[in-house]
């Protein structure tokens, strides 16, 4: 094995675009954001050496290292470390935005005040009675007042946001003039790999690391994002998989995984995976057999490595790596290290391998064409 590095909220009993006041609205005081999360199947270490090595607790005589509770708990951990990066990222494109700002008013010798009066809050005009008007039907089903009753306060509060936004973009452009470089990391967690099941180039600067289980309509949803990457970064990306059967809600998910280490032994081991995907829907041991005879494998060597059950350990060893490495539902991805979770679009992956391309090496960013 290689290793690798809308629902509505309320305050105090009023709706959150009526509780809103224009000054809030127009970003004089933070708002939080939440991301939806990506779909993805699910069941009904970051410590030093000399900590690790520390005993937490002894039972029987038997300690508990640090070590074995960060194993314990990782599924639980790492992704608590991943919002913790979320949150502070966003905070930190906030503070960037807020700094830019303030040395944009110093350079011209006013306040932020006036540089946002001048620069922004000037020009944006009133919202007309259409605006209001579209905007008190987007929201009537949190409401019963009617719309000339709060005409007044819904004008005020739409204006507030599009400032908002108008402020934001402006310091946006700010710092495309700028020179940010931005250092927080995000967390990282080391991935072992099989290099006999890795598709792409073995000298790629990137490796995503695939944990999945072949009857996870969202693994299969992922593949064609994948393959999509591959080949949209031909010498730069590769794959490399490993297996999480879901036992619990997928009953032949470990058996394909199997099955699919058996077509390996042949050499076709991803003609195998990629088939078990395609026929997602018959994974019973007749239809694995199937795909056998399909790509012309040896079929009394495959039937009987299928029955050996020689490939289980293998199975379960991917599934202990995974749960170390705090995954707990399928699809995973970690990205020489970065974790990603869930059937994620393009643009999420692009991001972190974009951000990996610059760093490994200061490799230049090359996608091939469509």
């Known amino acids: 094995m290689k290793s690798v590095l809308a629902r509505p909220m309320f305050v105090f009993g009023l709706p ?25 199947c699910s069941p009904s270490k970051g410590s030093t050496k ?31 470390r991943n919002q913790e990066y979320q949150i502070k990222s966003k905070g930190l494109e906030d503070l960037i935005r807020q700094r830019l700002v303030e040395a944009e008013a110093n350079k011209q010798g006013i306040t932020q005040d006036q540089l946002y009066e001048k620069e922004v809050d000037s020009k944006i005009p009133t919202p007309s009675e259409g605006e ?25 509060n739409l204006k507030a946001i599009e ?13 495309a003039k700028a020179e940010v470089t931005v250092l927080l990391q995000q967390p990282r967690v080391e991935v072992a790999y099989d290099p006999a099941r890795l598709r792409g180039d073995s000298k790629a600067p990137i490796t995503v690391v695939e944990f999945a289980d072949y009857q996870c309509p969202y693994c299969k949803q992922a ?9 949209k970064y031909p010498g730069q990306v590769n794959l490399a998989f490993r297996d999480f059967p ?17 077509a390996g032994k042949q050499g076709r081991y991803w003609e195998f995976h990629d088939a078990l995907f395609v026929n997602q829907a018959k994974l019973d041991e007749p239809s694995l ?19 050996s059950g020689e ?15 705090g995954i707990a539902s399928t699809p995973g991805f970690f990205i020489n290290g970065v974790f990603l979770n869930g059937a994620q679009p393009e643009l999420a992956f692009e991001k972190v391998i974009d951000g990996e391309l610059r760093a490994v090496k200061k490799q230049p960013i090359v996608r091939a064409s469509r």
């Open 246 to 262: 879901l036992e619990s809600i997928h009953p032949y998910a470990e058996k394909a995984a199997e099955a699919a280490r058996c």
């Open 50 to 80: 000399s900590a690790a090595d520390e005993p937490v607790a002894i039972v029987a005589g038997h300690s508990i290292y640090e070590r074995d509770l960060n194993d314990f708990v990782a599924s639980q951990i790492i992704p608590l």
């Open 132 to 156: 209001v008007a579209a905007y008190y039907l987007g929201l009537k089903s949190q409401m019963k007042t009617p719309l000339q009753e709060i005409y007044p306060q819904l004008q005020a």
């Open 163 to 175: 400032t908002k936004q108008a402020r934001q973009n402006y310091a946006d452009s700010l710092r």
């Open 16 to 40: 959150l675009w009526l509780a809103l006041t224009p000054s809030a609205a127009a970003g004089q005081s933070p708002a939080k954001q939440q991301g939806a999360s990506a779909l993805q």
């Open 223 to 231: 593949e064609t994002t994948l393959n999509e990457l591959l080949r």
């Open 311 to 325: 490939s289980k350990t293998q199975v379960s060893r991917d599934q202990e790596d995974g749960r170390k490495a």
């Open 289 to 307: 057999n199937a795909i056998a005879q399909t790509l012309a494998l040896d079929e009394k060597l495959f039937q009987s490595c299928l029955a």
